[in-house]
């Protein structure tokens, strides 16, 4: 009877997770109720509000009877620059955005500091009141943006015909499960994903790629990049002035690289440890059979990094030391603090993603990409939605833009392992993740360690990622954060005029500084992080340069069978 119950609950929430797309609206439901009550109870927060209220109302009214002799609206004080044009400056457009600026501030207050709501919930109440405003912005209506109105009155209409076109075009794409418009532009292995080389090993989870030489020596250690699942390698083999694999060849790397296979329901019950085996330990056991008798460079990038960083953990504690070192750009091993991911992750919140995944057998792409949209709706929803459907306008295609719009999937035993037992439970950190049935620990990392962070990152905030310095015991650990998000502050090229960095190196022993200390202490570096991480590579190869290796070990099962970029990343 309980089984029965138990599928009966699954199967009602998978149906509510389609209805809410995959959020828990018990959720939000408590948050509302804790932010309420305790702002009933609490008098001075209320008059506070109030308060507040009446300067913003005095302020607008003041405002409105300057505005209308001229007088400019100020910029916002955060950043916000939907309002800055020109043609916000008139009346009575400058009194609109103003009343919106002002409401927005309120708003914020109000679900801010009331006491004692639990944080989550009043950051909850925060996202959820946010989302519910924003289309309100008088950026957002053809009647009230002033940009639209002008091109309206000049083009005579033809801005909104072409929008209503574009939305028609969006609408069929989604319905149809199309790509992006603008991505056929970047097909992968034509102007992305272009860098010579070979598949020389595949199974049912992962390709892995050879690249061919570009120098005529070579470092004597491989370098082994572990990319994410959750999208598609090829963000670190770009278009060619910014692919980071064709500048590591060109620097003299031997390079191999992991493609992930984007799994179907068919493969739901591949876990944890189906990935480390299948897919880390597999291609480290390629690279050092194509290179024998030499250590390698192991690179991770977001849950790449996560999970390079479990296995480098296992390998150790069962004595294999072939990892010689680890790179882990913008992932997480402590997920204490996941930054603004948190608002997705609770257990109701898992309880609904791993109902839905059971049923499908995988988690889509356009359900993660969603959520990582509403955490920044402005810039990713309603400031293009403006720009395409009132303006009439497309944004021109980008490499970058076209690889966030061709996701992947993740099957439902291995993401809901993830956000169990790392998000939701922190064992990674704190010593209970267990890899095939065995208890690991981070601490068993014993190799030097090059760690970058990146300055505004939503997926993987620096100061999470800078938790590594407290947890293995590395002999040597440098610390690199650059400016820049997530997927833009690793892509940036070897030489990138608007990137600055920070760098510095703990040796074993000493105590990680605090996460503002050692931003406040360490100095600042312009131009990209390339060339220093290139530089610490150097630093920890052999001194000598060899020949390069061969294109795979046929003689030991890895024959060249296909050109890179291979099958698996062209799966939709």
Same mark, same amino acid.
């Given at each position: 009877m309980t089984d029965k119950i138990d599928v009966v609950e699954r199967e009602f929430r998978a149906m509510l997770a389609k209805l809410t797309g995959g959020l828990a609206p018990q959720d939000y439901g408590v948050a509302f109720w804790d932010w309420w009550l305790n702002l009933a109870k609490s008098p001075e927060k209320q008059a506070e509000l109030q308060q507040a209220a009446l300067k913003n109302m005095m302020d607008l009214w003041r405002f409105n009877l300057e505005a209308a002799q001229g007088k400019p609206m100020a910029p916002a004080d955060n950043g916000d620059r939907r309002f800055a044009s020109p043609a916000w400056q008139q009346y009575p457009f400058n009194v609109w955005a103003q009343a919106f600026r002002n409401n927005?501030?309120?708003?914020?207050?109000?679900?801010?500091?009331?006491?004692?709501?639990?944080?989550?919930?009043?950051?909850?109440?925060?996202?959820?009141?946010?989302?519910?405003?924003?289309?309100?912005?008088?950026?957002?209506?053809?009647?009230?943006?002033?940009?639209?109105?002008?091109?309206?009155?000049?083009?005579?209409?033809?801005?909104?015909?072409?929008?209503?076109?574009?939305?028609?075009?969006?609408?069929?794409? &989604?319905l149809q499960g199309g790509a992006a418009p603008g991505t056929e532009e970047f097909r992968v292995g034509e102007k992305v994903a272009v860098t010579e080389g070979q598949?020389?090993?595949?199974?049912?989870?992962?390709?892995?790629?050879?690249?061919?030489?570009?120098?005529?020596?070579?470092?004597?250690?491989?370098? *082994?990049?572990?990319?994410?699942?959750?999208?598609?390698?090829?963000? *670190?083999?770009?278009?060619?002035?910014?692919?980071?694999?064709?500048?590591?060849?060109?620097?003299?790397?031997?390079?191999?690289?992991?493609?992930?296979?984007?799994?179907?329901?068919?493969?739901?019950?591949?876990?944890?440890?189906d990935y480390l085996r299948k897919g880390v330990y597999a291609a480290l056991d390629a690279v050092t059979t194509v290179i024998p008798e030499r250590d390698v460079h192991a690179v991770g990038y977001c849950i790449g990094g996560t999970l390079l960083s479990i296995a480098a953990a296992a390998l150790s504690d069962w004595g294999d030391t072939r990892i010689k070192d680890i790179t882990l750009l913008a992932a997480q091993t402590d997920f204490s603090e996941p930054g603004e991911l948190s608002l997705y992750i609770s257990p109701a919140q898992v309880e609904m993603l791993e109902a839905l995944m059971y049923k499908e057998g995988v988690l889509d792409s356009r359900q993660m990409g969603g959520a990582f949209t509403m955490l920044r709706a402005h810039d990713l929803l309603w400031q293009p939605a403006v720009k395409s459907y009132l303006k009439g306008e497309r944004e021109g295609m980008i490499d970058l833009m076209a690889w966030n719009a061709d996701g992947t999937r993740m099957p439902w035993k291995?993401?809901?392992?993830?956000?169990?037992?790392?998000? *939701?439970?922190?064992?990674?950190?704190? %010593?209970? =993740?267990?890899?095939? %049935?065995?208890?690991? &620990?981070?601490?068993?990392?014993?190799?030097?360690? =090059?760690?970058?962070? &990146?300055?505004?990152?939503?997926?993987?905030?620096?100061?999470?990622?800078?938790?590594?310095?407290?947890?293995?015991?590395?002999?040597? =650990?440098? =610390?690199? *954060?650059?400016?820049?998000?997530?997927?833009?502050?690793?892509?940036?090229?070897?030489?990138?005029?608007?990137?600055?960095?920070?760098?510095?190196?703990?040796?074993?022993?000493?105590?990680?500084?605090?996460?503002?200390?050692?931003?406040?202490?360490? %100095?600042?570096r312009p131009g990209s992080w390339w060339p220093a991480w290139a530089e610490w590579l150097k630093a920890h190869s052999s001194p000598e340069r060899t020949a390069p290796p061969p294109m795979g070990a046929p003689a030991e099962g890895y024959a060249a069978i296909a050109e890179a970029p291979g099958e698996y990343v062209r799966q939709r």
């Open positions: 927005m501030a309120l708003l914020e207050n109000s679900t801010r500091d009331v006491p004692g709501v639990e944080p989550r919930n009043a950051r909850l109440v925060e996202f959820a009141a946010k989302q519910a405003a924003e289309p309100l912005s008088p950026a957002n209506s053809p009647l009230t943006n002033p940009e639209v109105i002008r091109q309206t009155v000049a083009e005579g209409g033809q801005n909104l015909a072409r929008g209503y076109k574009h939305f028609l075009d969006d609408m069929e794409r &989604t598949v020389i090993f595949r199974n049912e989870l992962i390709e892995l790629i050879q690249y061919a030489p570009t120098t005529p020596d070579v470092h004597p250690e491989p370098v *082994l990049i572990v990319p994410a699942w959750i999208m598609k390698y090829y963000i *670190l083999d770009l278009s060619p002035k910014n692919s980071l694999v064709a500048w590591l060849v060109d620097q003299g790397f031997t390079v191999f690289m992991m493609s992930w296979k984007n799994p179907t329901a068919a493969d739901r019950h591949l876990g944890m440890d291995m993401h809901t392992e993830y956000l169990v037992g790392l998000y *939701l439970n922190n064992d990674l950190a704190e %010593g209970r =993740f267990k890899v095939e %049935g065995e208890t690991i &620990t981070l601490e068993d990392i014993r190799v030097p360690m =090059f760690v970058v962070g &990146t300055e505004t990152d939503h997926v993987a905030p620096w100061k999470s990622v800078y938790k590594a310095s407290g947890l293995a015991t590395s002999p040597e =650990f440098t =610390f690199l *954060l650059t400016s820049g998000g997530h997927n833009a502050g690793i892509v940036s090229g070897p030489v990138h005029p608007k990137r600055r960095h920070r760098v510095r190196t703990q040796k074993g022993g000493e105590a990680p500084l605090p996460p503002d200390e050692w931003f406040a202490s360490t %100095g600042v």
